[in-house]
């Protein structure tokens, strides 16, 4: 089965730096989604990409997929408290195939 | 409209005994999904159901474990003769359709405690 594994598995990052958590497959990939979870809460929808090589922007967040359509990033500029969790990508070999989650990266941001 | 409903939101109870969870996903959603969390754990698949498909079971750790889903819509998932591993967050999701590109939507989750 398709697996997605996730790096690093935890950051832990001073207010105001940089963070970034990578998600590659060893197939190529139909699409890729990011969740956010907060602790104590569920996973919440972020962002799909679609096309090879695509880049999409919310605030501070960057997402990129690759030209390959194997990998994918999130990139944080600039965290604050608020963006700490867990961040999971998730993806599909196939559109029509089941969505699959990556093994997530914790982000905890100190004050 | 209403999200992802589960319940209950929490459940302890004695090692042996058997548990129902209940997800009642967003209504009209065809595909629904069960994952198991352990504590600063990831999402461990449990079973996915698409519309009258048979539902994928491959993630189910046990024959303890089953799931139905009656009419299309809530889903049930029983564990029976819990064991203290079963411990853990019970999450449901649903999206519109079964497709890998389609947004899952997730309930709060049931926190299963075994004693």
């Known amino acids: 089965g398709q697996q997605v594994m996730q790096i690093p598995q935890y950051q832990h990052v001073q207010e105001g730096e940089d963070f970034t958590t990578y998600c590659n497959s060893s197939?190529?990939?139909?699409?890729i989604q990011w969740y956010k979870q907060r602790p104590g809460g569920h996973p919440v929808f972020l962002i799909q990409l679609v096309k090879s090589g695509e880049v999409k922007k919310q605030k501070r967040l960057t997402f990129q997929f690759g030209e390959a359509k194997k990998n994918s990033s999130l990139h944080i500029t600039a965290t604050q408290t608020t963006d700490v969790g867990t961040y999971f990508c998730?993806?599909?070999?196939?559109?029509?195939?089941?969505?699959?989650f990556g093994t997530g990266t914790r982000l905890a941001v100190r004050p | 409209g209403a999200g992802v409903s589960q319940s209950p939101s929490n459940k302890v109870t004695e090692k042996g005994k058997d548990v129902e969870l209940r997800c009642d996903p967003i209504s009209g959603h065809t595909a629904l999904y069960w994952y198991r969390q352990s504590l600063g754990q990831g999402l461990e698949f449990l079973i996915y159901?698409?519309?009258?498909?048979?539902?994928?079971k491959s993630g189910l750790p046990s024959d303890r474990f089953s799931a139905e889903r009656t009419g299309g819509s809530v889903s049930t998932l029983t564990i029976q003769r819990t064991q203290q591993e079963d411990s853990a967050v019970y999450l449901c999701?649903?999206?519109?359709?079964?497709?890998?590109?389609?947004?899952?939507?997730f309930g709060d989750g049931t926190r299963l405690s075994i004693l």
């Open positions: 197939t190529t990939l139909s699409n």
């Open positions: 998730a993806s599909g070999a196939s559109s029509g195939d089941k969505l699959t």
């Open positions: 999701a649903s999206s519109s359709q079964g497709a890998s590109n389609q947004p899952q939507h």
């Open positions: 159901f698409q519309g009258n498909s048979a539902p994928d």
